[in-house]
C-alpha cells in the first residue's frame, strides 16, 4: 500500500517554505553555505540553494557530502559500500552550514555527516534542513527546518523521489520491503 504525502508542487511549498526560514532565523544569506547528504539531501540542497537565490538574489555555496565511509552501520550495510563524491568546494570556517537531506529518521545519517563535516573545518554553526520529520530517532538530533512532518507506522517506509534521479517529484510511505 503506497499513500503519496507530497507531490512535486507540495515539495516544492516545502522548498520554499524551508528557505524563507533559513534567511529569517540568519537575518539573511550572508555567511551561509548548504551542504546536502548524497544522494536526494544534495538535490533538495540546490533546490533550496535556488530559492534562497530567488528570494535574496543572492548565490549560496552548496557542497555535497557523501557520508558513507563514517557511518556506525558500515560492517552490516554491504560487503561493497557504494561510496560517491563528497565536494565541498568552499570554506566551511567560521560560516554558517546548513546540512540538507530527504528524511530525518533515526538520526544517525545525519550524526555521520557532522563527523564527516568537522574534517572540513570548524563550522561557526550548523543547521539542519530536511524535507520529510518522522518518527523513530535513536539518536537526540532534531531538524532546525521541517518541510513536512508525518507520522509513519510500523513496517513502513518514507520515499523521496527527485525528478533529477527518479525522473518525478513526489514522497510516499510505503510498506517497508
Known sequence: MKQQVLDKEGID?????????????????SGIVIVGIQRRGDWIARRLAGA????????????????????????VRADYPVVRTTDIPFDIEG???????????????????????????RARRIELAVLIDREGR??????DYVG????????????VHVHELDRDDNVAVEEAV
Open 13 to 29: 511549498r516545502a522548498v520554499s517554505r524551508i528557505a524563507r526560514q533559513i534567511l529569517e532565523r540568519n537575518k539573511g544569506a
Open 52 to 75: 534562497i537565490r530567488e528570494a535574496e538574489d543572492t548565490a549560496v555555496p552548496v557542497g555535497v557530502l557523501d557520508i558513507n565511509l563514517y557511518r556506525d552501520d558500515l560492517q
Open 95 to 121: 560560516r554558517t552550514v546548513i546540512l540538507v537531506d530527504d528524511v530525518l529518521y533515526t538520526g544517525r545519517t545525519i550524526r555521520a555527516a557532522l563527523d564527516e563535516l568537522k574534517d572540513f573545518g
Open 138 to 143: 535513536e539518536l537526540p538530533i532534531q531538524a
Open 148 to 159: 513536512e512532518h508525518i507520522e509513519v507506522g510500523p513496517g513502513r517506509t518514507v520515499v
